[in-house]
């Protein structure tokens, strides 16, 4: 069993990849699947479409593995490829749009309190329905919540990931944060009355 922590297992498995090595690019294939499917997710509208987007970024890993140079964690390599590849993907279709108000909502976001308190609470709830309930955020709203709670980008970092200026990612993410938390609120209604 390789252990993907090991440094030596790693070279030893992207080295073998590199040459072609079928078994091996099995392995690496299935060792991030579960978990990567779970980002891609988190930036897509359905299973269909993160399936799709996890298979192209999986395919950009494999292109540059030459490129790893065993520094830092794999999986954190890998991991960015992922998002990077989801961030590419939302960014291309067509509904994506990110609203330019520029610094129009920044006295409106919600404090930091606030947001941890929220963050809480969407914690304690299943991970299965927390992205489902982020699949129902604009491509927009979507993205630049999971830059920001999941990724731990800051806004300067968000900002220039989608092209946007600093105002327009806090201004997204008041906007996710309010849109997730009356979804999250509707979900709780609806099983109250179940």
Same mark, same amino acid.
């Given at each position: 069993?390789?252990?993907?922590?090991?440094?030596?297992?790693?070279?030893?498995?992207?080295?073998?990849?590199?040459?072609?090595?079928?078994?091996?690019?099995?392995?690496?294939?299935?060792?991030?699947?579960?978990?990567?499917?779970?980002?891609?997710?988190?930036?897509?509208?359905?299973?269909?479409?993160?399936?799709?987007?996890?298979?192209?970024?999986?395919?950009?890993?494999?292109?540059?593995?030459?490129?790893?140079?065993?520094?830092?964690?794999?999986?954190?390599?890998?991991?960015?490829?992922?998002?990077?590849?989801?961030?590419?993907?939302?960014?291309?279709?067509?509904?994506?749009?990110?609203?330019?108000?520029?610094?129009?909502?920044?006295?409106?976001?919600?404090?930091?309190?606030?947001?941890?308190?929220? #963050?809480? =609470?969407? /914690?304690?709830?299943?991970? +299965?329905? &927390?992205?489902?309930?982020?699949? %129902? @955020?604009?491509?927009?709203?979507?993205?630049?919540?999971?830059?920001?709670?999941?990724?731990?980008?800051?806004?300067?970092?968000?900002?220039?990931?989608?092209?946007?200026?600093?105002?327009?990612?806090?201004?997204? #993410?008041? =906007?996710? /944060?309010?849109?997730?938390? +009356?979804? &999250?609120?509707?979900?709780?209604? %609806? @099983?109250?009355?179940?």
């Amino acid at each position: 069993m390789i252990n993907l922590t090991n440094k030596d297992d790693v070279k030893d498995l992207v080295e073998s990849c590199i040459k072609g090595n079928r078994k091996s690019q099995e392995l690496l294939y299935k060792s991030f699947y579960g978990k990567m499917l779970v980002v891609c997710m988190r930036y897509s509208r359905n299973r269909e479409e993160a399936q799709d987007v996890l298979h192209d970024g999986l395919i950009k890993v494999f292109s540059k593995l030459k490129s790893f140079e065993n520094k830092g964690s794999f999986e954190g390599w890998v991991r960015r490829i992922i998002v990077n590849v989801a961030i590419d993907h939302v960014r291309s279709r067509k509904d994506f749009y990110i609203n330019e108000e520029q610094e129009f909502l920044l006295d409106n976001i919600v404090d930091e309190s606030d947001d941890v308190a929220e #963050l809480e =609470k969407i /914690k304690k709830m299943n991970a +299965e329905t &927390i992205i489902g309930l982020m699949q %129902k @955020l604009s491509p927009s709203y979507r993205a630049v919540f999971n830059l920001f709670a999941v990724e731990n980008m800051q806004h300067k970092e968000i900002a220039e990931t989608l092209n946007i200026s600093i105002g327009t990612s806090k201004s997204n #993410l008041a =906007k996710a /944060k309010v849109k997730l938390k +009356e979804l &999250i609120e509707k979900y709780r209604d %609806k @099983l109250e009355y179940e």
